[in-house]
């Protein structure tokens, strides 16, 4: 039913036939992906998938990598990285409107660093955020574009389990306000289900498999709702019940 | 006292022995052990610490000579360079000696600054640069300046301008390894970064790459300031006509202990003094790095 209207705006992203390799490896063999604008799509898949391969294409990060294929993406498109990637010898606000222009660069990166939570930490230094802020006031910087698509690899993949949930909380209200299309890359099968209306595997250089969730938001990560999904995804990955029940 | 305080484990856990002694369950437990962890960072620094050592060294000196311990002859008592100090001074030629020995520093290592820097900035940022400048620089600097000496004598002579050049090139090699290897070592992540942001490559250059070498600059800037006090007592001593240098050169000839010394106490406050204010620039412009020596 969805997909009638989310036909009538063109997608944000637009990929087909992308393959790339490193050597005689070929990491992405062929993808096929359209990411209407707005959704919050999360990507899985193992280590060594291709799942970063496939976001750097996006970002237009990879110059020096062979492959082909086509490839539309928005030119406002911000990536969020694994680590926060603050430039320590510049203070809070000035990492977060770096490469900015304009009179009001600054108020908007206090506005961005307000809605993270970090309004008053405009002065600090990077080394002296946790890692949680750290990543917070990456995700400002990037909201200073005011993105139509945000990419983010693993962004919360190196925070404690209690500083994850609020950051997936955060992300999802973020969302919310300013509705960019999302690819979230990551290896969790929870975060992904519970922040993305769609799920994708990365799988042999090809999407293995593209689930929509449709449970609504809020989520919570007891939602038996979820249960259903989760089984899928992770016999999509191959992971068997018994070490699912030793993982989780 | 203070520290105490902060300590976490110190300040929230209540001592067993000043809390309701002897209590129902209480004394059953083992008594809770105050664990604290062993302090790794040298501690905050000591007002002056850096004056402390000379400071014992002159006392020790100064009570040596009084005793009568030391032979006057070799070693003359810290009152004696005092007046020999005073005395060069009021005759004019103390002066007359630290200015040439400054200006020879001075202009040397100025040169040597601008020359590093240059020729980093020019081979770190463009590979047209990298290969004209850096294979050179490295055959220079694999041949000891001071060996160059002769060779310059020949060509400038032995007037300022050859001790000049000798300070400036024993100045500008650190500068410029070190200076080089921090602009072409920057971080990859930092250029997917710039990348990401669409910075322009200036901008790249002045907010990512510059910043960022910053600290291996200074790293070559304090080798530099010491060098070039190391050429200027080198070339001094060696074939000059004035200077602080020259001035020790006779006195040797005379016997006189006492102006070597005068001589040598000038040169160490050269050396305090300059790389005291390199360090100072270095904690004000780095202030973002908080190290162990802070
Ligand atoms: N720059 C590179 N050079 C060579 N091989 C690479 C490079 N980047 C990634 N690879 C290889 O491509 C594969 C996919 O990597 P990546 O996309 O980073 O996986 P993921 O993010 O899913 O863990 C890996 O096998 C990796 O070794
Ligand atoms: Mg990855």
Known sequence: ?248 | MTERVLDGSTAIRPRPADHEPEHGRAHERAPVTRRSTRGLAPGRRLPASRLTGPVLFLALWAAASAAGQLDPGAIPAPWTVLRTAAHLWTDGTLGSDITTSLRRAGYGFAIGLVGGVALALAAGLSRVGEALIDGTVQLNRAIPTLGLIPLFILWLGIGETFKITIIAIVVYIPIYLNLHSALSGIDNRFVELGEVLGLSRVQFIRQIVIPGALPGFFVGLRLGVTGSWLSLVVLEQINATSGLGYMMFQAQNYGRTDVIIVGLLIYGIFGLVSDSAVRLIERRVLSWRRTLSN
Do not use: C
């Open chain 1, 1 to 248: 039913m969805a997909t009638h209207a989310e036909q009538l705006t063109p997608p944000a992203v637009r990929i087909s036939g992308l393959t790339r390799s490193f050597g005689a490896r070929d990491v992405l063999d062929g993808i096929d992906l359209d990411i209407p604008a707005g959704q919050f799509v999360a990507l899985l898949g193992h280590s060594g998938s291709g799942k970063s391969t496939l976001l750097r294409a996006i970002a237009g990060l990879d110059h020096q990598v062979t492959g082909s294929g086509e490839l539309a993406a928005p030119q406002r498109l911000s990536v969020v990285f694994q680590d926060s990637r603050l430039l320590p010898w510049r203070r809070v606000l000035d990492n977060v409107i770096l490469g900015t222009r304009g009179k009001d660069a600054a108020e908007r990166g206090r506005a961005a660093l307000t809605e993270v939570g970090l309004a008053g930490r405009e002065r600090a230094w990077p080394n002296e955020l946790s890692g949680g802020e750290a990543q917070r006031a990456a995700l400002a910087r990037s909201l200073v574009w005011d993105p139509e698509l945000l990419l983010a690899d693993e962004p919360f993949g190196a925070l404690d389990a209690l500083t994850r949930i609020r950051m997936h909380t955060l992300l999802r209200e973020l969302w919310e306000r300013h509705r960019p299309s999302v690819l979230l890359v990551t290896h969790d099968v929870d975060e992904a289900i519970v922040l993305a209306d769609r799920v994708l595997v990365l799988d042999q250089g090809r999407i293995g498999l593209d689930v929509s969730v449709d449970v609504p938001h809020p989520r919570s990560y007891r939602d038996p709702l979820l249960g259903e999904y989760r089984e899928r995804l992770f016999a999509a990955l191959g992971v068997t019940e018994d070490v699912q029940g030793a993982t989780t």
